[in-house]
C-alpha cells in the first residue's frame, strides 16, 4: 500500500508541475502580446529643434495601442532643471472623441486630435527661458494603467544657421552637365545616323537606275549589231 502511495502522490506531483508549466506559459504570451500592442507615445524620428527666439515653434506627439484607449489620460511637462511644470493635460473618454484640454500654460496652445492620435502642442512667442525638454505622457486604463513617455527638446537661438550648400550645387551643377553631354550626344548620333541611311538608299537608288541603263544600252548595240549583219535577199 505504501508503495502504491507514493506513486500516486509522484504522479499527482507531475501533473501539478506540468499545470504550472502551462500557466506560466500562458502568462509569458499574455504578457507578451501586451507588451508588443501595448501604449506608446513617440514625437517622432526627430527627437529636437532648433527655433529663433520670438518664434512659435510645434512640440509634436502621438499616441498608440493596438487594443485601443478608454480614458486615456496625457499631459505635457516642462523640465526646469529637475523642476516638472505642467503645461497642459486631458483625458480622451474613447477613440474619435475630442478631448477637453486644461491649458496651465499662457503660451501653450493644444493642436492635436484624438481622431489622429494626435496630442502635439504649440509653443508661442518663444524666449531663451523656453529652452530644454518637454515631456509628453500618457496613461491607458484599458491596458491596466500602462504609461509611457517621450522627450522632445527645444533649442532657441538668436538667428538660424546658414546651410553652406556649395557642395550640392557642384554636385547637382555636374550631373546636370554630364546628363546634358549624353543628350547631345544621343541627339548627334541620331541624326548621323539618318542622314547615313539617307546616303545608303540614294546611293542604291543611283546603282539600280545605272545598272537599268546599262541594259538598255547593251541591247539596243546588240540589236544594231544584228540588223547590219542580215545578208539581203
Same mark, same amino acid.
Given at each position: 500500500m505504501? !508503495?502504491?502511495d507514493s ?15 502551462h500557466? *506560466?506559459?500562458?502568462?509569458? +504570451?499574455? #504578457? ?5 500592442? &501595448? ?18 515653434? #510645434?512640440l509634436?506627439?502621438?499616441y498608440?495601442?493596438?487594443? &485601443? ?5 496625457f499631459?505635457?511637462?516642462? %523640465? @526646469?532643471?529637475g ?20 491649458v ?9 486630435? !484624438? ?8 509653443l508661442w512667442?518663444? =524666449?531663451?527661458?523656453?529652452q *530644454?525638454?518637454y515631456?509628453?505622457?500618457?496613461? %491607458? ?5 500602462? %504609461?509611457?513617455s517621450?522627450?522632445f527638446?527645444?533649442i ?8 553652406d550648400?556649395? +557642395? =550640392?550645387?557642384?554636385i547637382? !551643377?555636374?550631373? *546636370? ?12 548620333k541620331? #541624326?548621323?545616323?539618318?542622314? +547615313? ?6 546611293n542604291k537608288?543611283?546603282?539600280?537606275s ?8 547593251? &541591247? +539596243?548595240?546588240?540589236?544594231?549589231? @544584228? ?7
Amino acid at each position: 500500500m505504501a !508503495s502504491v502511495d507514493s506513486t500516486g502522490s509522484s504522479v499527482s506531483g507531475r501533473l501539478r508541475s506540468g499545470d504550472l508549466l502551462h500557466a *506560466g506559459l500562458a502568462v509569458a +504570451l499574455l #504578457l507578451g502580446v501586451w507588451s508588443v500592442g &501595448g501604449l506608446e507615445v513617440s514625437t517622432g524620428k526627430v527627437s529636437s529643434v532648433e527655433a529663433m527666439n520670438g518664434s512659435t515653434v #510645434l512640440l509634436p506627439c502621438t499616441y498608440s495601442s493596438c487594443i &485601443g484607449i478608454k480614458n486615456l489620460h496625457f499631459n505635457w511637462h516642462y %523640465n @526646469d532643471n529637475g523642476t516638472m511644470i505642467k503645461l497642459c493635460a486631458a483625458e480622451i473618454p474613447m477613440e474619435g472623441v475630442e478631448p477637453r484640454v486644461s491649458v496651465y500654460h499662457e503660451r501653450v496652445e493644444f493642436v492635436g486630435s !484624438s481622431k489622429s492620435n494626435n496630442i502635439s502642442i504649440l509653443l508661442w512667442n518663444i =524666449t531663451f527661458e523656453d529652452q *530644454g525638454e518637454y515631456i509628453c505622457f500618457a496613461r %491607458n486604463p484599458k491596458e491596466k494603467n500602462r %504609461n509611457h513617455s517621450a522627450t522632445f527638446t527645444l533649442i532657441v537661438v538668436n538667428q538660424m544657421k546658414e546651410v553652406d550648400n556649395t +557642395l =550640392t550645387v557642384i554636385i547637382v !551643377s555636374v550631373l *546636370g552637365g554630364v546628363i546634358g553631354l549624353v543628350i547631345i550626344v544621343m541627339v548627334i548620333k541620331a #541624326l548621323v545616323v539618318h542622314f +547615313l541611311l539617307k546616303d545608303d538608299e540614294k546611293n542604291k537608288e543611283c546603282l539600280v537606275s545605272s545598272s537599268g541603263n546599262d541594259n538598255t544600252e547593251n &541591247g +539596243l548595240s546588240g540589236a544594231k549589231a @544584228d540588223n547590219k549583219g542580215t545578208p539581203k535577199a
